[in-house]
């Protein structure tokens, strides 16, 4: 009886909105980011994982506990876990205590996703953040509502 590839039992990488950095050569940008993830799915391991994006493992795990990392740190836990095992729903955010500025901010960064075809990370799936549009339509709703335009009638 064939073996299953170590990989095949672990979930592929999914949505995520990368950790919002500034800008720089040789730092954790969105594509590596998405380079980890799939070299993680591969391998198993974060150190093989970071070494395979030109990162060292510690400054992985300083970019999972920084402000903002909580969807790069639920896709690392669920690339982890067994495709069979059904995980925790990730821990929702309060969006009432998120500001404006943030959400703007995760609104043009989106979601990206690695595209994993024969053992190879080859391309990067992006699509709009559509949550954070409808909470950022929702709070706008309220803000006109406010401001003293709920006495007319429509």
Not at 98 to 116: D, F, M, Y
């Amino acid at each position: 009886m064939a073996k299953t590839a170590a990989h095949r039992l672990r979930r592929r990488p999914g949505w995520f909105c990368p950790v919002p950095l500034r800008s720089r050569r040789d730092g954790w940008s969105a594509g590596r980011q998405c380079a980890f993830l799939a070299h993680l799915y591969l391998t198993g391991s974060v150190t093989a994982a970071a070494k395979a994006v030109g990162m060292s493992r510690a400054s992985a795990y300083r970019l999972r506990e920084r402000v903002g990392a909580k969807s790069f740190a639920f896709a690392w836990d669920r690339v982890l876990s067994l495709s069979g095992w059904e995980s925790a729903d990730p821990v929702r955010e309060d969006f009432r205590k998120v500001t404006t500025e943030t959400l703007l901010a995760r609104l043009e960064i989106g979601l990206v996703k690695p595209v994993i075809y024969r053992g190879r990370m080859t391309a990067i799936t992006r699509k709009p953040d559509n949550s954070t549009l409808f909470r950022l339509l929702r709070r706008s709703d309220g803000e006109q509502v406010g401001n003293g335009q709920e006495g007319h009638e429509r």
